[in-house]
């Protein structure tokens, strides 16, 4: 039986200049996020945009820039560092995606809700 409050996928899966989405149940309430491999690093954010809450992807799972280089809200255009979640461009320059928790466990990716 899979735990709802993470998600897991083999490394492997979400090769560099990829993302992949899931759900997470955390308390009650459910998360929807996405993970990045950037120049072979893994980040979980929130599929959420700060600037007013849309999911950042119009297109199932298109969340990166044509180079890969940057992920991108599909409604209003903001840029967001894919190491850090940072905006650096558009409507919420400062702001910043949410983080989940994320670690490695062999060759998978695993990701938590986050504390309480």
Not at 49 to 62: A, F, I, M, R, S
């Amino acid at each position: 039986m899979t735990d709802p409050a993470q998600w897991r996928c083999a490394a492997a899966d979400v090769r560099p200049g990829h993302t992949a989405k899931f759900r997470l149940e955390c308390g009650g309430k459910r998360v929807h996020g996405f993970v990045v491999n950037h120049e072979g690093a893994f980040h979980a954010y929130v599929n959420r945009c700060p600037h007013v809450g849309t999911p950042l992807d119009l297109w199932e799972n298109e969340f990166l820039s044509e180079d890969a280089r940057t992920i991108v809200c599909a409604t209003h255009g903001a840029v967001f560092e894919p190491a850090t979640g940072r905006c650096i461009a558009g409507p919420c320059a400062g702001d910043a995606l949410g983080t989940l928790p994320l670690r490695h466990e062999g060759e998978h990716v695993v990701v938590e809700c986050p504390q309480a």
